[in-house]
């Protein structure tokens, strides 16, 4: 019989060995290489972050800040070991390299890995949406959603502890519940800046409009990647589904990334809405942030995290060099607006 011949079997077996390594274990070098990619450009930000505002911001944002660093390297490392095993260690015994989502610990704690940086950074959205906002109801029914799609990511690393194939129920319940709460989370934090644009001074709404288009810059790029994620495992094909792994690896980064980019750009927006040059206007020509040129004090145009007071209706924005001056801005505002 056909189904017999050595030589067929032998080509049957090299086929689906070599569909193996391309959609198991090649998402993995893939993922991992977007991973050492973003946590370059992690560190980057991090770096500026403390040069900017190491010294401004208050001790919570700093630490935590120093937590995401050291979460995302631990991460990138988790990475590079399993791509390593997978690669070198087990080069020529191709079913443990496959089986080591069920077997190494590190891989199989992938997913809760993965959501709780997620949720990290989550959680500080939700409070710059409770800053902008100051509705505890508007930020409670996302955080939750956020909660639950830990817990179901949870629910998957049991699964895959257990080798169980529920697993991808759990999987697709954690990406479609953190892609709802991103959407949500940004929706909800375009539409306060909106409404606030309405009650404050012509000056103040080009700083508004900076933050709406920070908004959505930030947010894009994981709510896309979650997206593809969830795509990807709703497919019936088993192998194609193994293509979640290339996307499931980098988005704690750009989550981390999104977090780091709405932080730093506080800077730039400042200066932006007040029509100035970074450039070209002198009074910023030490100022600029670089690890050769420190920050001047006589920087006195940045806000901190911790800048803004609110009294009813009026808004007074804070200069923490302008204030050891005697010198304050307000503007009129009817909701809270900031930075964070």
């Known amino acids: 019989m056909a189904g017999s011949n050595p030589q067929l079997l032998g080509t049957q077996q090299a086929h689906t060995n070599q569909e193996a390594v391309m959609y198991s274990l090649g998402p993995w070098l893939v993922g991992m290489c977007l991973d050492l990619f973003l946590q370059g450009i992690l560190t980057s930000q991090f770096f500026?972050?403390?040069?900017?505002?190491?010294?401004?911001?208050?001790?919570?944002?700093?630490?935590?800040?120093?937590?995401?660093?050291?979460?995302?390297?631990?991460?990138?490392?988790q990475a590079f070991t399993i791509v390593w095993v997978q690669d070198i260690v087990y080069f020529n015994d191709l079913n443990s390299a496959l089986q080591m989502?069920?077997?190494?610990?590190?891989?199989?704690?992938?997913?809760?890995?993965?959501?709780f940086i997620a949720f990290y950074v989550q959680c500080y959205f939700c409070y710059r949406l409770w800053v902008i906002s100051t509705r505890y109801w508007v930020v409670s029914p996302i955080l939750f959603l956020y909660i639950f799609s830990l817990g179901a990511s949870a629910g998957a690393t049991y699964y895959t502890v257990l080798a169980d194939p529920r697993l991808g129920h759990w999987l697709s319940v954690h990406y479609a519940t953190?892609?709802?709460?991103?959407?949500?989370?940004?929706?909800?934090?375009?539409?306060?800046?909106?409404?606030?644009?309405?009650?404050v001074l012509p000056q103040t709404k080009n700083l508004l409009d900076s933050l709406i288009r920070l908004t959505f810059q930030t947010a894009t790029p994981a709510v896309i990647v979650a997206l593809?994620?969830?795509i990807f495992i709703f497919?019936?094909?088993?192998?194609?589904?193994?293509?979640?792994?290339a996307f499931i690896q980098p988005l704690p980064k750009l989550y981390a990334i999104s977090m780091m980019w709405t932080l730093n750009a506080r800077r730039d927006i400042r200066i932006t809405s007040s029509g100035l040059s970074i450039y070209t206007s002198t009074n910023y020509a030490h100022d600029f942030p670089s690890p050769t040129f420190p920050r001047s004090p006589r920087f006195a145009h940045e806000m901190p995290m911790n800048s803004f007071q609110t009294s009813g209706s009026s808004m007074l924005f804070i200069d923490t060099d302008s204030t050891k001056q005697g010198q304050t801005t307000s503007t009129t505002a009817g909701d809270n607006v900031s930075y964070v």
């Open 178 to 199: 953190e892609f709802v709460g991103d959407v949500l989370l940004a929706v909800a934090m375009t539409y306060f800046l909106l409404r606030t644009k309405k009650r």
């Open 228 to 230: 593809l994620n969830l």
């Open 101 to 115: 989502r069920f077997s190494a610990w590190y891989q199989m704690g992938n997913a809760i890995m993965v959501a």
């Open 235 to 245: 497919l019936p094909d088993p192998y194609v589904k193994g293509i979640s792994s």
């Open 48 to 77: 500026n972050y403390y040069a900017w505002y190491g010294k401004s911001d208050t001790w919570k944002f700093t630490t935590g800040v120093g937590a995401l660093a050291v979460m995302t390297t631990l991460k990138t490392i």
